[in-house]
């Protein structure tokens, strides 16, 4: 069965530290690859996807991902963390043709020490 | 333009009774998915509907249903609620046919708590 791992349930960095969200992934077949943040009591908003234009992928707030197909990994970084940045962070893929079902990871909560 | 809605926000079910929560797309979207997020499961697909037709379904009991309507709103139903459905239940709108690159646009989601 195709599936997502994120490895570390909780990161903690420093306020103007690198971030680094780890994510990889199982599929047969060249898969679609996203990333999602949640905030406290909110849904789930897009930050970046993958869908084979480009390997490096920039997103909103400053983040990107680079998908590495030989290492099956999608990992998410931004440069700088911000207070602000402090969520919850799934890694999501797609791979269905004609259906718009997702296969999320187990979702990373991400803690920003001032 | 509105993103997806959900109603109602919170809801308190006792066991054993039946719920209805509704999602109301982005104008112009019409594929609407439904997902349960649990802390012990994480995210969950639940189903998948276009054009009032269910064209995916997750690994769920019968328990769970739902519907699209001709304005592609939809609804799900949770029949004999059980503890362990109480979660948080997100809806996403996409805009287009059957792209699985499409980007899911998701509600705020409904709060359901089993006593």
């Known amino acids: 069965a195709q599936s997502v791992t994120q490895l570390g349930s909780h990161v903690s960095v420093s306020e103007g530290a690198l971030v680094l969200l780890r994510c990889n992934y199982s599929?047969?077949?060249?898969?679609?690859l996203f990333w999602y943040v949640q905030y406290p009591n909110q849904g789930l908003q897009l930050l970046l996807k993958?869908?084979?234009?480009?390997?490096l992928v920039k997103g909103i707030n400053g983040f990107e991902a680079e998908f590495k197909k030989s290492e099956t990994s999608f990992h998410l970084t931004k440069p700088s963390a911000h207070m602000s940045d402090a969520a919850e962070y799934f890694c999501?893929?797609?791979?269905?043709?004609?259906?718009?079902?997702?296969?999320f990871g187990q979702g990373t909560r991400l803690t920003i020490n001032p | 333009k509105a993103g997806v809605t959900q109603t109602p926000r919170y809801l308190i079910k006792t066991r054993g009774q039946q719920v209805t929560l509704s999602c109301s797309p982005i104008s112009g979207h019409r594929s609407v998915s439904w997902y349960q997020q649990t802390p012990g499961q994480g995210l969950q697909f639940l189903f998948e509907?276009?054009?009032?037709?269910?064209?995916n379904k997750g690994n769920f009991p019968g328990r769970f249903s739902g519907r699209q309507f001709s304005n592609s709103r939809s609804e799900m139903n949770v029949s004999t609620l059980e503890l362990g459905d109480s979660a948080l239940y997100l809806c996403a709108s996409s805009p287009q046919a059957g792209g699985y690159t499409d980007t899911q646009y998701f509600g705020p989601g409904t709060r359901l708590t089993v006593l």
């Open positions: 599929s047969s077949v060249p898969p679609y």
């Open positions: 509907y276009f054009s009032e037709t269910q064209r």
């Open positions: 993958y869908t084979s234009a480009a390997t």
């Open positions: 999501a893929v797609s791979w269905v043709q004609g259906a718009q079902k997702l296969v």
